[in-house]
């Protein structure tokens, strides 16, 4: 009897971790793996900065300028590091953040004399949530004066993961990525913020709502259906773009548009899930919801992302450069007119997962990784040496 228990069960279990996502042939060229692109890491130098101190899980990293840079840490240190000295010196705040799970202090962004911050949350019925605030940030740099909370994520959740929390500023507004924190049908619902993009004023002020004809929709709701999106650039031609954990295969970059869906988790963008079963409707890609520009199978678990520009390295121009937590890589990707092509590894297995990249004024790059007793390495173009 055991035998035939045993037989049964590998029976369905065999045939849940076959069930592959439903792809309609137009599709096809958004599915990406990874282990097809052109590995070239003879086109970089790499270097690891020694500074005087080193980072625990730091997640994000900003320059003030070619010398200043601040790190954020997931246990809520924020420091500032001195490139011409390789100093790191501790700053001053009083953000009412919490480490928890895959939260902690997360993103900033330097803008106009202000520190935009994504942080996790918690309340007293042991819940917690994204939010973004601001204070101000004023030479010497040691200490953030007047800090606000200016957006709560809404609702609270018992979970730990998926708080997404990349912050981008254009055109004076705030766009912030919210994770679904694992309850994924809330994500197509605009009367929250799970799984959304969120848009709102430098002052925490709303614009006129994205989804209107949702009811009791949220007019800082700008985009839907997301699932753990951990990156968001700002490409030269103004469009803004964002990188998105899937599941079992399927993380993604995709534009960000107002008042569109990517339909999680109806569809998976081509993963499964964990178990191996197929996700919401089975379908990879629906026309009824906007599609990524390409979708990775297997996922990479992609981070940050940033466009390049600088002197440093002229012809990637424009390219997209893209970290990579699960293999340890960042990738380089060319997109014109919403195709994808050059793609190419020029980093990997090299120096841990890597969580957050940026760019100097001189187009040097620069690279933290989520580990324990982390630092900063710098990229530079060998053929300038």
Avoid at 25 to 39: G, K, L, V
Avoid at 128 to 142: D, R, V, W
Avoid at 261 to 275: E, P, T, V
């Amino acid at each position: 009897m055991r035998n035939i228990i045993l037989i049964v069960l590998s029976t369905i279990f065999t045939f849940s971790c076959q069930q592959e996502a439903e792809l309609d042939s137009n599709d096809i060229s958004i599915i990406h793996d990874y282990r097809e692109y052109i590995t070239n890491e003879s086109l970089i130098e790499l270097e690891q900065i020694q500074l005087t101190n080193t980072f625990d899980n730091p997640w994000a990293m900003e320059f003030i300028d070619d010398e200043m840079v601040i790190i954020t840490e997931k246990d809520g240190k924020l420091s500032l590091v001195n490139l011409r000295n390789n100093t790191v010196s501790e700053i001053n705040h009083t953000i009412p953040v919490t480490s928890y799970g895959q939260g902690g202090l997360l993103d900033i962004a330097y803008y106009n004399d202000y520190l935009y911050i994504s942080f996790t949350i918690g309340n007293n019925k042991g819940k917690y949530t994204t939010a973004i605030g601001k204070g101000e940030f004023l030479s010497p740099y040691n200490e953030i004066k007047d800090f606000e909370i200016l957006l709560e994520a809404s609702p609270y959740l018992n979970s730990g993961a998926h708080f997404g929390s990349r912050i981008l500023i254009n055109r004076d507004n705030i766009y912030a990525t919210i994770g679904e924190r694992g309850s994924g049908k809330l994500s197509q619902n605009p009367a929250n913020h799970i799984g959304s993009v969120v848009e709102i004023n430098l002052n925490g002020s709303k614009n006129a709502a994205r989804f209107s004809n949702y009811k009791d929709s949220l007019p800082e709701v700008f985009q839907i259906g997301l699932r753990n999106p951990q990156g968001l650039a700002l490409a030269p031609n103004g469009n803004m773009y964002l990188s998105n954990h899937g599941a079992k295969g399927g993380d993604f970059i995709g534009l960000v548009l107002p008042n569109t869906n990517y339909g999680w988790n109806n569809i998976g963008w081509g993963g499964k899930n964990y178990i191996g079963t197929h996700i919401g409707t089975g379908k990879a890609f629906s026309d009824e919801y906007l599609k990524p520009i390409l979708s990775w199978v297997p996922s990479i678990a992609p981070s940050d992302i940033v466009f390049y520009q600088g002197d440093e390295f002229l012809e990637w121009s424009n390219d997209l450069l893209v970290t990579s937590l699960k293999f340890k890589m960042l990738l380089k990707i060319s997109i014109i007119d919403g195709n994808v092509s050059n793609e190419t590894i020029i980093l990997k297995d090299k120096i841990g997962r890597i969580r957050d990249v940026d760019v100097n004024s001189k187009g040097e790059i620069f690279l933290i990784t989520d580990e324990s007793n982390s630092t900063i390495w710098k990229i530079t173009n060998p053929k300038r040496k």
